[in-house]
């Protein structure tokens, strides 16, 4: 069972930037896919980016050129770094990491941490 724990939310003004990161037990990180998701209270949860074992990202159209997804497997580790923030980015952000196996594909998720972008 894989175990994750997200940290880095918080309050930030609009334009400014802030680094989530998700560290996962275990020392399977680097066969798994991940990605970062986020909910509004009361909306469905959207994906946000993802990154797969081999490094190839994926971004929605509303966070291109401003979030950057990462990993780091040897700290079995992945972040996401948020710049050029703004009000509608304000949710709960969810780390994911998922892997297929004979066609089941199998997800993981963190807690959640809370960003908020306010003046």
């Known amino acids: 069972q894989v175990q994750l724990v997200e940290s880095g939310g918080g309050l930030v003004q609009p334009g400014g930037s802030l680094r989530l990161s998700c560290a996962a037990s275990?020392?399977?990180?680097?066969?798994?896919?991940m990605g970062w998701y986020r909910q509004d209270p009361g909306k469905q949860r959207e994906l946000v980016a993802t990154?797969?074992?081999?490094?190839?990202?994926n971004y929605a159209d509303s966070v291109k050129g401003r979030f950057t997804i990462s990993r780091d497997n040897a700290k079995n580790t992945g972040y996401l770094q948020m710049n050029s923030l703004k009000p509608e980015d304000t949710a709960v952000y969810y780390c994911?990491?998922?892997?297929?196996?004979?066609?089941?594909?199998?997800?993981?998720w963190g807690q959640g941490t809370q960003v908020t972008v306010s003046s």
């Open positions: 275990g020392s399977t990180f680097r066969i798994y896919a």
């Open positions: 994911n990491i998922n892997r297929n196996i004979l066609g089941t594909r199998y997800d993981y």
């Open positions: 990154i797969t074992s081999g490094g190839s990202t």
